[in-house]
């Protein structure tokens, strides 16, 4: 990692002729003999210019443009590279403040992050993964809410919605299959969820949540045996289009089907799911599609189970 000394506003002394300084690997200036970089300062297309070099491979490693000449505001191209060589950061600023796209690399030289800046503020965020946007973050022009949209492996969406200036949900949220919208979440100003819709069914309403009736029996529902919000028809559908469905469409080349997954899935004492562990695998890839559906369930009902975590043995056939 290159120091953050060498990346951020290096001051000194303007003069029209080059300026020499040496720096350790933590970014401390020392004597040339004992240096790990070296930086140069001077002026270049009317601003000021400022580029360091590690020493050994003769490679730049970080370079800006700045309109004064203490060096103080960035004005131009900011960019960092790898020590390696390939490009790390880069960007452009309009007196101190970020504009237009900044780019984030990899050391393969892929991007990982793309983000416009207006004014110093991002208001597009694009997370990249092998050439696919695995999330964007696009701010709201009327608002501070910002709207996430998570895409699966296929680039396809699976989850959008908005999130408020402390980073929690806010509003309807939709969960898709297929492109179309196979679920709603919906939060309310401080990030708590009043409703969830699966399938066109209501599983939890905050609002409207009945109250139990202990005089009526649910079949799918024995006392103490935590059990999915709707009973074992609304888990099955679940199971059906939020696992079954994307796997054997997403994985439908590697002619493994039918195969069976066996797991332990572990809820806390609040219903929520905390651990999957697979006992028996179809293929490392499913594996974390399974943990990642059943991990995103919504809670599930306790019905007065008292232990410290409730583990579930389940087995799951894909045909």
Known sequence: MIPAYLFLFITGNAQVDTLHQYYDAEGYEIA????????????????????????????????????????????????????????????????????????????????TDSI???????????????????????????????????????????????????????????????????????????????EEILGGYIIFSKKNAPKKDNSKKDKFTMPGTPTFPGGQPQFDYYVENRIQNPIRRRYK??????????????????????????LQSIHPSIDGELRRALKNMPKWNMNGFTGAEYRLNYSLRIQ
Not at 123 to 135: C, Y
Not at 158 to 175: H, R
Not at 254 to 260: K, M, R
């Open 253 to 278: 080349n590697l002619d493994i089907f039918p195969a069976t997954s066996r797991m332990t899935i572990i809820f806390d004492t609040d219903g929520r799911v905390k651990d999957v562990i697979i």
């Open 116 to 194: 416009f800046f207006e004014d110093d503020e991002p208001v597009r965020h694009f997370q990249i993964n092998n050439g696919m946007v695995e999330r964007s973050f696009v701010k709201s022009s009327n608002s501070n809410d910002v709207l996430v949209t998570v895409f699966d492996e296929d680039g396809k969406k699976d989850t959008e919605g908005y999130q408020n200036s402390a980073g929690l949900p806010v509003g309807i949220w939709k969960t898709y299959e297929a492109d179309t919208v196979a679920g709603t979440k919906t939060y309310d100003a401080e990030g708590q969820l009043q």
């Open 32 to 111: 040339a003999a004992k240096a790990t970089f070296h930086g140069k300062r001077y002026r270049k297309d009317s601003l000021y210019y400022s580029v360091n070099y590690h020493i050994k491979s003769h490679r730049i490693v970080t370079e800006a443009y700045y309109s004064d000449a203490e060096y103080s505001v960035n004005h131009g191209l900011f960019k960092t590279y790898y020590v390696n060589g390939p490009t790390q950061l880069d960007g452009n600023y309009n007196n101190g403040k970020k504009v237009g796209v900044w780019k984030n690399y990899g050391e393969n030289g892929k991007i």
